[in-house]
């Protein structure tokens, strides 16, 4: 008899007692789900894992440390490399309370009265954001941002009753979003149709917009702002206006550190708003896990179709002091059971209370300050590369926020090799986009943040004139 220090109850006493339980003869018969090739045909007694003995702690972290050194870390400078995940810093104190066990290893606070002060963190969460969106409600909280839309565009859906069979994006709107949409909707049957921008400015055409919106069969129209390319979507309101004359929602999908410059979806007409929290203080971690933002206007039938949970502030019984509960919980775990608006249900809290703190901390003027310097860094840049020969930056005439649009149609180079010499070099360059929109050709999406210093994109644009001056 075999016994694996690393495999727990692999005496076979044990596991015959342990089938026997539960009612079942072979170990085979648990895996019947599975198919026969896709089965471990070998001797489970001879089963080579591992390194062939248990490691101790020491021996594994070695291990660890020398696999972990082969990945390159892109930190001065840091990545120019945005697409929905983007460079920002994040402030000490952010890690520092999110740390904190009370946080940490809290999920969703069914029990009110053992779970306050998470309830509270959560509640200043959604007023903060509310603010910042210029929206009355805000839900707490969703995936990220992809999945945020997609509820939205369902949301909608559920509002018209189903009768409206079709939602309207924009051609330029991030494609990664877009397969997480389709995936979300395929089921009911609702049809997403892209509406084309202008080659120019990149803008959404407003009259193809209403050509598609004639039909009467919109349940809701979409924009980014700024868009998934960078630019300012300066039509946003415009939009909202035609979208409201032809009885159909309007969702706005936002980056929130924009809203220090740029109206906030409130403001600019939305019926719902989402977005992706990552910048609020939650760093890249290694693609997640992020926070996605849903927010609604005051309209009882749009609350009511919210997917996850909404904290409110109460009193006690006696009214003497304020009390926390969650007054709104249309998930299918919970009290909604099969009536539930979303099957949404890893909880998100600990990045919510992370973008709580980093509002706080920075508040109303910062968030202004933040927006300039960002915005004022990122011109920069594309005013500096704008300035290598052959190479355009931005493509399109409209302006634009954190991210940008750089062509390398006219350098005679691919720019995978391009981005393969920055690499050499230590620096992360922007991402491609060409198999996404092939009508830009070799063109790369930039992004610059408050990490980027000057130095950082002064040393970019010299990489860039070299490699494509020695082509």
Not at 9 to 32: A, C, H, T
Not at 105 to 120: D, N, R, S, V
Request: charged fraction near 25%.
């Amino acid at each position: 008899m075999t016994i694996y220090p690393w495999l727990p109850n692999s005496p076979d006493e044990i596991k015959k007692e342990m089938l026997r339980k539960i009612g079942v003869e072979r170990i085979e018969d648990l895996f019947n789900d599975i198919p026969e090739e896709a089965r471990f045909k070998g001797d489970w007694n001879k089963l080579e894992i591992g390194f062939g003995k248990p490691l101790s702690e020491i021996e594994v972290r070695r291990i660890v440390d020398s696999l972990l050194d082969k990945n390159k870390v892109f930190k001065y400078p840091p990545p120019f490399m945005g697409g929905g995940a983007w460079p920002h810093y994040v402030p000490a104190v952010v890690k520092y309370i999110i740390s904190r066990g009370e946080f940490l290893t809290t999920y969703t606070p069914y029990q009110a009265e053992i779970a306050t002060g998470l309830m509270q963190a959560l509640f200043e969460y959604q007023s903060m954001m509310a603010e910042l969106l210029e929206m009355e409600v805000v839900n707490a909280s969703m995936y990220d941002w992809a999945s945020a839309a997609a509820e939205a565009f369902l949301t909608a859906s559920r509002i018209t009753r189903g009768k409206k069979s079709k939602i309207l994006v924009p051609s330029t709107m991030n494609p990664l979003h877009l397969r997480v949409i389709k995936t979300y909707l395929w089921p009911k049957n609702i049809v997403i149709e892209k509406v084309k921008n202008d080659p120019e400015t990149g803008l959404l055409d407003l009259e193809d917009l209403k050509n598609k919106l004639s039909n009467k069969d919109v349940a809701a129209v979409y924009t980014e702002n700024p868009s998934f390319l960078g630019f300012i979507e300066v039509n946003a309101r415009d939009i909202g206006e035609i979208a409201h004359d032809y009885d159909a929602l309007y969702i706005m999908g936002v980056d929130p550190i924009s809203l220090g410059l740029l109206e906030a979806p409130g403001k600019l007409g939305a019926d719902l708003a989402v977005g992706e929290g990552q910048p609020l203080g939650l760093g890249l971690n290694f693609g997640g896990p992020y926070l996605g933002i849903f927010a609604a206007k005051w309209s009882m039938k749009m609350i009511r179709q919210m997917p996850g949970r909404i904290m409110g502030l109460t009193t006690t019984l006696d009214g003497k002091d304020f009390a926390f509960s969650m007054i709104l919980q249309t998930r299918e775990q919970h009290i909604r059971r099969e009536k539930a608006t979303s099957n949404i249900c890893t909880n998100e809290a600990l990045m919510a209370v992370a973008a709580a703190v980093y509002m706080a901390l920075l508040g109303k003027h910062g968030f202004k300050k933040l927006g300039e310097l960002i915005y004022y860094r990122s011109h920069y840049a594309a005013k500096k590369i704008n300035e290598i020969t052959g190479v355009k930056a931005p493509v399109y005439k409209t302006d634009f926020f954190k991210e940008f649009t750089v062509s390398f149609n006219d350098t005679g180079l691919k720019y995978s090799i391009i981005h393969k010499k920055l690499l050499e070099k230590g620096v992360h360059g922007g991402l491609y986009i060409g198999d996404w929109f092939p009508e830009l050709g070799e063109t790369a999406l930039y992004c610059v943040t408050e990490l980027h210093s000057k130095n950082d994109i002064d040393l970019l644009v010299s990489l860039l004139k070299e490699i494509i001056e020695k082509r």
